[in-house]
């Protein structure tokens, strides 16, 4: 039996901008064990994606603010604070960076997000007055509530599947990936990965994005096959 995946989004099923690697829809459904996606995007995106991959809808989302498994949906992180202190950023002077229908931030329930031209240090500066933490993922700020984290996410879906956390082979890129690494019994970082990422994973990849994520897979395989 090939082992259940855990797989970041951003930067790990995706090219560099952030567009999906269509080679996931060849590999992600016909893979024989669960799939689940753990990001720190809003809810509906890794929904939508299980939905056209024709995956069981099992998912992180919001960096493990959100977690769906069994049709159960459960929440962590304080959006209200996420929110003030992001109002106060804007009276600051900084700047999310979205545009009027802010697509981002729309949907999501338990943190919000700033573009990566947004004013860091400001952003800093106003989530530690909040109590809350602003993370870097290559692809946004988010300004989360600390503690709440992917690979929380995966303990809770574990526990909701009756899954042990040791048989997930996870794969990421950025630093709100390394939680998951801890909890998972294999870990990979792609090539692309963060500097924490790549600390956190046992094997740091030789190939980036979708060909990094895939190679962990073509090499999972093949010892299902030996
Ligand atoms: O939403 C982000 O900032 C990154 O998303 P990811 O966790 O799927 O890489
Ligand atoms: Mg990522």
């Not at 890794?46 to 024709?54: A, I, T």
């Not at 697509?103 to 990566?116: C, G, K, V, Y």
Request: net charge negative.
């Amino acid at each position: 039996m090939v082992p259940p995946l855990v797989l970041d989004i951003d930067g790990t099923l995706t090219d560099a901008d952030g567009h999906l690697d269509p080679r996931a829809f060849e590999v992600l459904p016909s893979w024989d064990a669960p799939v689940i996606l753990a990001t720190g995007k809003a809810f509906p995106y890794p929904v939508s994606l299980c939905h056209y991959l024709g995956l069981p809808q099992t998912v992180i989302a919001e960096n493990g603010g959100v977690v769906l498994a069994d049709g159960e949906v459960t929440f962590t992180g304080d959006r209200e604070a996420a929110q003030a202190a992001a109002d106060e950023f804007v009276a600051r002077g900084g700047d999310l960076g979205w545009d009027a229908a802010d697509t981002a931030n729309r949907w999501r329930e338990t943190e919000i997000i700033a573009r990566l031209d947004a004013d860091e240090a400001l952003l800093r500066e106003v989530a530690d007055e909040f109590d809350l933490e602003v993370i870097d993922t290559g692809f946004a700020y988010h300004i989360k509530t600390p503690g709440v984290e992917k690979g929380v996410g995966l303990e809770r879906v574990c526990e909701t599947m009756d899954y042990d956390p040791e048989e997930f082979v996870a794969v990421g890129d950025s630093v709100n990936d390394a939680s998951t690494f801890g909890v998972a019994g294999r870990s990979f970082a792609v090539a692309n990965a963060d500097d924490v990422a790549k600390e956190a994973a046992d094997t740091v990849l030789d190939q980036s994005y979708m060909d990094g994520t895939l190679s962990v897979l073509e090499s999972l395989r093949e010892e299902d096959a030996a």
